[in-house]
């Protein structure tokens, strides 16, 4: 199956600094990325949908100015956490959109904001 | 906003017993996925169900999709250890790309 990588896998930051995190597709093109959010023990919730060459979307209640979000090539998607407070720590997860709206998902990023 | 639930939440059993995980929506999906995810790795794909009435079987696992395309269902038989971690469904709707993920099941299984 398609292949996604996550960069850094994990990360703690001190509150008010920003965090960037990268995700590639490594055997595939992706057109199509998707940033989710999985806090302990719950489902994953997205966060927003980033097309190649284009701005995201973000979903409803996502700050845009705050995860901001940068598809510069057919395999890369970045998210930048700014100004980044405790609240912020969580699971993320970028996932791939293949073929027939096929997502493969990255191993996720754990951070943590001191 | 179409919300996906599962249940049980939670469910604690012991190697060979068998369950099932049901997931419920009042809205139609297009067609749904069932992922499973470990501690601190991304979901994995297991089994992606289009047509209503579906079963779908992997091995030990049995997938169902609703006739009216608005649920389904994961049967496990003879549960082992390897089977612990979160399951979650996911539904795409109408044309859309996006997928929305169900509030998840958290299994165990002891030995």
């Not at chain 1, 995190?21 to 998707?34: K, V, Y």
């Not at chain 1, 973000?58 to 901001?68: I, N, P, T």
Request: glycine letters at 10%; a neutral charge.
């Amino acid at each position: 199956g398609a292949v996604v990588s996550q960069h850094p896998s994990w990360v703690i930051c001190k509150s008010g600094t920003s965090v960037k995190i990268e995700c590639r597709s490594l055997d595939f093109q992706a057109t199509t990325m998707f940033w989710y959010r999985q806090f302990p023990k719950q489902s994953l919730m997205l966060m927003a949908t980033s097309n190649e060459g284009s701005k995201a979307t973000y979903e409803q209640g996502v700050e845009k100015d705050k995860f901001l979000i940068n598809h510069a090539s057919l395999t890369l998607s970045t998210l930048t956490v700014t100004s980044a407070h405790p609240e912020d720590s969580s699971f993320y997860i970028c996932s791939g959109q293949a073929q027939y709206y096929e997502q493969y998902f990255g191993p996720g990023t754990r951070l943590t904001v001191t | 906003t179409q919300l996906l639930e599962q249940s049980p939440q939670f469910l604690s059993i012991q190697e060979g017993e068998n369950l099932t995980v049901y997931c419920n929506s009042s809205s139609v999906f297009s067609s749904l996925q069932w992922y499973r995810q470990e501690p601190g790795e991304g979901p994995v794909l297991l089994v992606t169900v289009v047509t209503g009435g579906e079963v779908k079987k992997l091995k030990r696992l049995t997938f169902q999709f609703g006739d009216a395309r608005k649920d389904s269902s994961l049967h496990i038989t003879a549960a082992q250890p390897g089977d612990t971690g979160l399951y979650l469904c996911a539904g795409f709707t109408g044309g859309g790309n996006k997928l929305t993920f169900g509030t998840g099941t958290q299994l165990k299984v002891e030995l």
